[in-house]
Nanobody, 123 residues
Framework: VQLQASGGGLVQAGGSLRLSCVAS????????MGWFRQAPGKEREFVAS????????SSAHSVEGRFTISRDNNKNTVYLQMSSLKPEDTAVYYC?????????????????WGQGTQVTVSS
């Protein structure tokens, strides 16, 4: 699976952005999808995930109530709608795909990764 993330940019605190990740190469609907992020000098961390059917989602505590993950299997795309952005949300955001597993928040569970898109939130 090839993943192409987009939608990042510079936004003021309190603003919104929607990230997109388009998949190609294999059956998108067979994969759970996740978003991770990595801030400068920090380890990559889990942000949100969604099951292959889209029925179940999970998100990190730090983004609960502000970020929403969704997917459109007809468009081979997963989205991350980000609202009420804070400066601490500044990071490179990566989408990733996995073919099942039990620990959706672990990077090791994901086989395929996109190239990342930069999100910068100014105060």
């Amino acid at each position: 699976v090839q993943l192409q993330a987009s939608g990042g940019g510079l936004v003021q605190a309190g603003g919104s952005l929607r990230l997109s990740c388009v998949a190609s190469g294999r059956t998108f609907s067979a994969y759970d999808m996740g978003w991770f992020r990595q801030a400068p000098g920090k380890e990559r961390e889990f942000v949100a995930s969604i099951t292959d059917s889209g029925r179940l989602t999970s998100s990190a505590h730090s983004v609960e109530g502000r970020f929403t993950i969704s997917r459109d299997n007809n468009k081979n795309t997963v989205y991350l709608q980000m609202s009420s952005l804070k400066p601490e949300d500044t990071a490179v955001y990566y989408c990733a795909a996995r073919n099942g597993g039990s620990e959706y928040y672990k990077m090791d569970e994901y086989e395929y990764w996109g190239q990342g898109t930069q999100v910068t939130v100014s105060s």
